[in-house]
């Protein structure tokens, strides 16, 4: 019988919840895989603040911040010209024209302070590793929907663990610690 539910799981056919773990509802409706999947997201994003916060008190860096920010007029405002050059633009060779569009922002929110732009990168670098994590725990589950049922702590606290070691890396200082 086990053997023939595994494999009419793996198949993508219901199962009778006799196999599958049954946890109780506590505290306010929400189930225990749920608050871990929350903790877990709550430590990923703790643990970039943490890792990466001393960014937010940088300036720009001479190497290709002048030629990006402070000497390029093109992005520095919402008009239609702006948002003409942002969509036309392959600046140092590069097409980004979505990019173009939030420095656009963030340049009318708070002109040329660094540290606005240093902020929002990081902000940005600790919703994606939160999206990585989700991303993660989803591909596993459909990977092995059985596995996944009978080991869900597990799962989600080794995708939290890598996700935290992809999140403070030092491979990551350049995309947060740039305004580029």
């Known amino acids: 019988r086990h053997r023939s539910t595994a494999?009419?799981?793996?198949r993508g056919k219901p199962v009778s919840g006799d196999l599958a773990p049954s946890l109780p509802v506590t505290g306010g409706g929400r189930s225990q895989p749920q608050r871990l999947l929350?903790?877990?997201c709550a430590l990923v994003v703790v643990l970039c603040l943490v890792a990466f916060w001393?960014?937010?008190?940088?300036?720009?860096v001479d190497w290709d911040d002048p030629i990006n920010f402070?000497?390029?007029p093109h992005f520095q405002g919402?008009?239609?010209s702006h948002l003409r050059w942002a969509w036309t633009a392959?600046?140092?060779?590069?097409?980004?024209?979505?990019?173009?569009m939030l420095l656009e922002l963030q340049h009318a929110l708070w002109g040329l302070w660094a540290q606005g732009y240093h902020r929002v990168s990081l902000v940005l670098h600790a919703v994606n590793s939160v999206l990585l994590l989700l991303v993660t725990?989803?591909?596993?589950?459909?990977?092995?929907?059985w596995r996944f049922r009978r080991h869900r702590r597990a799962v989600v606290v080794t995708a939290a663990l890598s996700t935290a070691l992809f999140a403070v890396h030092p491979m990551r200082v350049e995309v947060v610690a740039w305004a580029s």
């Open 7 to 10: 494999s009419a799981c793996r």
């Open 38 to 40: 929350h903790g877990a």
């Open 54 to 60: 001393p960014v937010t008190r940088n300036g720009f």
């Open 70 to 72: 402070t000497r390029n």
């Open 78 to 80: 919402l008009e239609w």
């Open 90 to 100: 392959f600046h140092l060779g590069v097409y980004q024209p979505l990019a173009w």
């Open 137 to 145: 725990i989803d591909l596993i589950r459909r990977s092995d929907p």
